[in-house]
Nanobody, 114 residues
């Protein structure tokens, strides 16, 4: 059974950094792309960053220049380096295949205090 397990979240002050990881099982990394979504409190889930199997990346305007998505295909692990964090980055962060072919994982909570 394919699983996605996110980790690395936590509480950080504004301006700080966190690195999220997503460990994937099965053959999910053979998907055309992988992505990080986030769901702020009371809001809908939104795509933050994506990376194709060939390494092409794309970012939401709100995180460009601050977040970096990367992947280690040998380890089947997806990463999200988050720098210069802002309170509005507070959310539960999820990784997923693109297109989505598996269930969402449990996510990892990121809380940025002002």
């Amino acid at each position: 059974q394919v699983q996605l397990v996110e980790s690395g979240g936590g509480l950080v002050q504004a301006g700080g950094s966190l690195r999220l990881s997503c460990a994937a099982s099965g053959n999910i990394f053979s998907s055309p792309a992988m992505g990080w979504y986030r769901q702020p409190p009371g809001k809908q889930r939104e795509l933050v960053a994506s990376i194709t199997s060939g390494g092409i990346t794309n970012y939401a305007d709100s995180v460009k220049g601050r977040f970096t998505i990367s992947r280690d295909n040998a380890k089947k692990t997806l990463y999200l380096q988050m720098n210069s964090l802002k309170p509005e980055d507070t959310a539960v962060y999820y990784c997923i295949s693109l297109p989505r072919t598996v269930a969402w994982g449990q996510g990892t909570q990121v809380t940025v205090s002002s």
